[in-house]
């Protein structure tokens, strides 16, 4: 493209015997104005910058060609999906992926259905917050446990792209779920406070005192008997 640029600057008019083919005419006007000519030549319509789409990973452009008039660019994009870091499985905790609206643990994403996209009409892109389930689940990550444990998600993911015109999407759903602090499987809604009253306090009188009397009194009464058997 340089060389084309630089042809007007090798014309008579500009032609200079101090001037080689390796010498730079990017800051001549014969060159510059040129290059206006010519500035469809140096956008690269299948660059990085012109993929449409949103992915995780776009590795390279195999190939780009033109046939009358039609641009076509071929981009190799990778199928990425949410992971779970499997190093961070503990005792309690653990962290689960999988396809978004789906109805069961399905990691391979062998039954996922897909998600339908909300387009914005100024940019023709999907809207970030508008994608719902194919299969009419109401949440992206729905609850894969059946209330049967406590789960955050932790994150959902969609990658997007058009291929002819067509738009693609994959989804998926990162769970950090609890194994532990499980919840309960009958739980009461609204409880009705029953306390124990508080006991009465009656402290308990000592038996020892009592007991010493007593003796005595007995003690008093056989004397008194035997007493009267001696005047008799």
């Known amino acids: 493209y340089d060389d084309l640029f630089a042809l007007p600057c090798w014309d008579n008019e500009w032609n200079n015997e101090t001037w080689?083919?390796?010498d730079d005419f990017r800051n001549e006007s014969c060159y510059k104005d040129n290059q206006?000519?010519?500035?469809?030549?140096?956008?690269?319509?299948c660059s990085t910058e012109s993929f449409l789409g949103s992915v995780t990973s776009l590795e390279?452009?195999?190939?780009e060609h033109i046939f009358e008039d039609v641009?076509?660019?071929?981009?190799?994009?990778?199928?990425?999906?949410?992971?779970e870091d499997r190093n961070t499985r503990g005792e309690c905790q653990e962290e689960v992926a999988n396809p978004c609206c789906a109805i069961d643990f399905d990691y391979d994403y062998n039954?996922?259905?897909?998600?339908n996209a909300t387009i914005d009409t100024d940019t023709g892109k999907p809207l970030e917050d508008g994608w719902t389930c194919s299969n009419g689940m109401d949440s992206l990550c729905p609850d894969l446990w059946n209330?049967?444990?406590?789960?955050?998600v932790v994150e959902d993911r969609v990658n997007w792209w058009y291929d002819n015109g067509?738009?693609?999407s994959i989804c998926g759903c990162l769970y950090q779920v609890d194994e532990c602090n499980l919840p309960s499987t009958d739980p009461t809604a609204d409880p009705t406070a029953d306390p124990t009253e508080i006991p009465t306090f009656e402290p308990t009188e000592?038996?020892?005192?009592?007991?010493?009397?007593?003796k005595l009194s007995f003690t008093v009464i056989i004397m008194i008997i035997l007493s009267i058997i001696t005047l008799l």
Not at 75 to 82: E, H, K, L, T
Not at 111 to 115: A, D, E, K, R, Y
Not at 147 to 152: A, D, G, Q
């Open 20 to 22: 080689a083919p390796e």
């Open 71 to 83: 641009c076509t660019c071929d981009y190799m994009v990778r199928n990425c999906r949410v992971l």
């Open 206 to 214: 000592s038996d020892g005192d009592g007991a010493l009397e007593i």
């Open 166 to 168: 067509e738009l693609y």
């Open 60 to 63: 390279y452009i195999p190939d």
């Open 36 to 45: 206006q000519d010519y500035e469809y030549v140096s956008y690269e319509p």
């Open 147 to 152: 209330n049967s444990r406590k789960y955050v």
């Open 111 to 115: 039954n996922f259905t897909g998600v």
